[in-house]
């Protein structure tokens, strides 16, 4: 059973940074693909970022340029790096985890981030 502990959301005024982090265990982090998923009311969970176990990436049209996202495999832990913080980056970000050929997500249990003045 994989399980997923996201931290490092809060409260941010637009422009400022926040780096979440995600620990992984129960399974071989290092050949998963991790990726960052975030929520707001009413709406449908929506990709952030997406690493897999060899480093490619892809990210939301909307954070490419501020956000990064990667990962140490020492730690069992992926991260998001995001920069340049706006107003409607506020979401629930949630960690996302999935073995090679398998269908099955683990998903942690979300860190709220909130960009406000």
């Known amino acids: 059973q994989v399980q997923l502990v996201e931290s490092g959301g809060g409260l941010v005024q637009p422009g400022g940074s926040l780096r979440l982090s995600c620990v992984a265990s129960?399974?071989?982090?290092?050949?998963?693909?991790m990726g960052w998923y975030r929520q707001t009311p009413g709406k449908q969970r929506e990709l952030v970022a997406v690493?897999?176990?060899?480093?490619?990436?892809n990210y939301a049209d909307s954070v490419k340029g501020r956000f990064t996202i990667s990962r140490d495999n020492a730690k069992n832990t992926v991260y998001l790096q995001m920069n340049s913080l706006k107003p409607e980056d506020t979401a629930v970000y949630y960690c996302?985890?999935?073995?090679?050929?398998?269908?099955?997500?683990?998903w942690g249990q979300g860190t709220q981030v909130t960009v406000s003045s």
């Open positions: 690493l897999t176990r060899d480093y490619s990436t």
């Open positions: 129960g399974s071989r982090f290092s050949i998963n693909t």
């Open positions: 996302k985890s999935r073995a090679p050929g398998s269908v099955r997500d683990y």
